[in-house]
């Protein structure tokens, strides 16, 4: 069963210190979305890519956060420096779009950040 | 750009009982549909999804929704409600380029013993 693979499950680091978060798409996917999601603001958009090319970061604070694909297999997300207020569970999902149509997306397991 | 709107952040059902979650969404052209479940510590799930076709979607675990456009809904209904149906629900729209996913707030289920 394909699916979406986020690394650190986990990540616990003291305000200031740059996360890096990974995802791994489903093979042949070529949509990515990050989100985050917080008990007060529910799941927001943060950014996602078609065939490896941003579409919309605009859900992203600029001066801290950064999306990138380096290849098809890769997504990452980091934050340089991390606050106290990015703690949240940080989501990839990829789907598939051809023509007209687009699949479902698939969501990872999600890293847990928590920035002290 | 479009919204979601699910009614109610928090169902309480018994066991055995109907569940009805309910979505509505704005959008003038009929988009696609999901209904997503999250789990605790894991990621959001697709329960079902509507793209064209029959109106009333059947997905995993029991669940159903219907797509009435002239109420612009996609209602999520399962007849007897399990424990293990204790969960948060998303309801999700999407453009039909793909390009933009629209989830709503989400609803918690609690199903009562």
């Known amino acids: 069963d394909a699916r979406v693979t986020q690394t650190p499950r986990h990540k616990v680091t003291e305000m200031g210190q740059e996360v890096t978060m990974r995802c791994q798409p489903i093979l042949g996917h070529n949509t990515v979305f990050w989100y985050r999601q917080t008990m007060m603001q529910g799941l927001e958009l943060l950014a996602y890519f078609r065939n490896r090319a941003p579409l919309d970061d605009s859900g992203m604070p600029k001066d801290r956060f950064s999306a990138e694909m380096p290849d098809a297999t890769l997504a990452t997300l980091k934050i340089q420096p991390s606050e106290p207020r990015d703690s949240a569970v940080y989501f990839c999902?990829?789907?598939?779009?051809?023509?007209?149509?687009?699949?479902?997306?698939?969501f990872g397991n999600g890293t847990r950040l928590t920035v002290t | 750009a479009q919204s979601v709107t699910q009614l109610g952040s928090h169902v309480s059902v018994s066991e055995g009982a109907l569940v009805l979650l309910r979505c509505n969404y704005s959008?003038?052209?009929?988009?696609?549909l999901f209904w997503y479940v999250q789990y605790p510590n894991q990621g959001l799930q697709l329960l079902l999804k509507y793209t064209t076709g029959a109106t009333l979607v059947k997905g995993i675990n029991g669940f159903e929704a219907e797509f009435k456009k002239s109420e612009t809904s996609f209602h999520l209904t399962k007849p007897s409600a399990h424990m293990s149906d204790a969960a948060e629900y998303f309801c999700?729209?999407?453009?039909?380029?793909?390009?933009?996913?629209?989830f709503g707030t989400g609803t918690s289920l609690t199903v009562i013993p």
């Open positions: 959008s003038s052209v009929p988009p696609y």
């Open positions: 999902a990829s789907g598939l779009v051809v023509g007209a149509g687009s699949s479902p997306l698939h």
């Open positions: 999700a729209v999407s453009d039909l380029t793909g390009n933009q996913f629209y």
